[in-house]
């Protein structure tokens, strides 16, 4: 049995005048990725702010209704008075605004309906059609959809806000917060000056588990910005008073094997090994892209000792920046740069679980592929943090890249330290292939981080170093900002293994789906902060 479909409407209204011209907007999103799927507005001649506001909640709960009419609704508005009044929490008073809130009671049944009040700020998407409403009415027109702006302008506020935002999911510096403390024995209290995190959204940690594939939240759907609207509402009174709204993996064994052997920690290419193995060659069950990104498993690599850098076969690397992994001795609490981590979407050589990395064909998105490079700009335009576009320069990435710039307004930069693995002979082939025609290089390959595949590829040590240097450089370009990085599994995996710190065997129990999102923070004192792995719910 499904879920009925969530919906979100956002509505507003105003009047340049109170009373006087007067018009609404409303927009109903897909709750689950922050698509717009339907806007009205309306310019209704001299009314009032409250009338106005009524009557655009009016037209965004049936533009939802004729959308899904099962679909539950979450009401955003930033009237106080229609937001108390339709939750049953205040008495409408005022015989103009009567019939209207049983006009709006009648679109859905009550149980299917919530109300939530919102800041202006984050109400302005439905603020600039109400504006555009009357700016029509203004001229004698009436506003048309097919000229509305809404939508890239209210994005591009967004994306313009003041203060750098801490990152996808949550409040980066309230998360680490908790991890410092904890550490320090003193769990439970953030360090003063710290902002509190955002309830709901997950936070940093390590859970041990030998498979690490599970979602680690769902994008948000907010759609805070500024308008930008020609004209604002001369007044905007809030009181009763007037007349008159799994994908399958990478294009290759996992884009490398592990944009393959990545589907899952052995999601195909290479089983998991108990550590205590002392034979066995890695199980495949061709259910994989190989994308580097994954060591040996387990059963073959057991390194615990040595703190160096993330080339050396020895296990733990030291943290970004120099610092030990041991404790944070005068941590920087500023703002952090995020590293929103996406995936690119399918190619044909996903389905098919081929080596596809930089050495090879440099395959395009499929149509499955741009599909989801489609859904999950959406997801990110909704969450509204990203700040700067930089990309692998493998075509299936710079297309994945472009869907998402040309949501945010945003131009893409290229980054070649951001490619995915050269696999040398392997390209184009699938685990199977090559464990047929090269098994001793594979052996070697498996059991080594230093090992090349066949034919002049790359180790995973020499990746290591190429991503550890791209994240340097990075990090120290764009400190305080949240950057989106458009990469392959490989480099995701990665980066996500030396903000934990873990050995590179670590890489074989992390799950990257194709389109996939994952973000990391990194702080001024060299500490970081894994704050997302492998969210898919965009995709859903």
Known sequence: MTSARELVVEADGGSRGNPGPAGYGAVVLDAATGETLAEAAEYIGVATNNVAEYKGLVAGLKAARELFPDATVHVRMDSKLVVEQMSGRWKIKHPDMKPLAAE???????????????????????????????????????????????????????????????????????????????????????????????????????????????????????????????????????????????????????????????????????????????????????????????????????????????????????????????????????????????????????????????????????????????????ALAARGTIQEIVSSPLTRCRQTAAAVAARLGLDVRIEQGLRETDFGAWEGLTFGEVRERYPEDLDAWLASPKAAPTGGGESFATVARRVAATRDRLTAAHAGRTVLLVTHVTPIKTLVRLALGAPPESLFRMELSAASISAVAYYGDGNASVRLLNDTSHLR
């Open 104 to 378: 709006a009671g009648r679109v859905f049944p009550a149980g299917r309906v919530r109300y939530e009040w919102i800041p202006r700020e984050r109400n302005k998407h439905a603020d600039r059609l109400a504006n555009e409403a009357m700016d029509a009415g203004r001229l004698g027109r009436r506003w048309e959809p097919s000229g509305s702006t809404a939508s890239l302008d209210a994005s591009a506020a967004r994306n313009a806000a003041a203060p750098p935002p801490s990152g996808p999911p949550g409040d980066a510096r309230a998360g680490a917060a908790r991890a410092r403390a904890a550490l320090s024995g003193t769990a439970g209290t953030p360090s003063a000056g710290t902002s509190a995190g955002i309830a709901g959204t997950p936070t940093a940690g390590a859970s041990g588990a030998p498979t690490a594939g599970t979602p680690a939240g769902t994008p948000g759907t907010s759609t805070a910005g500024a308008s930008g609207a020609p004209a604002a509402r001369t007044s905007d009174a809030r009181t009763d008073t007037g007349a008159g709204a799994r994908p399958a993996t990478d294009d290759g064994p996992n884009d490398g094997p592990n944009d393959g052997p990545n589907d899952g920690p052995n999601d195909g290419l290479f089983a998991a090994e108990d550590v205590t193995a002392t034979s066995s060659t890695p199980v495949a069950s061709g259910d994989f892209e190989a994308e580097a990104g994954a060591l040996a498993p387990t059963g073959h690599a057991a390194r615990t000792t040595g703190a160096t850098r993330a080339d050396a076969p020895a296990s733990t690397p030291v943290q970004p920046q120099g610092t030990a992994p041991q404790g944070w001795a005068g941590p920087d609490m500023g703002a952090p740069a995020t590293f929103v981590l996406l995936r690119h979407g399918e190619t044909a050589l996903t389905p098919e679980k081929r080596f596809s990395g930089s050495g090879g064909s440099d395959p395009e998105l499929s149509a499955a592929g741009l599909r989801q490079a489609e859904a999950v700009a959406a």
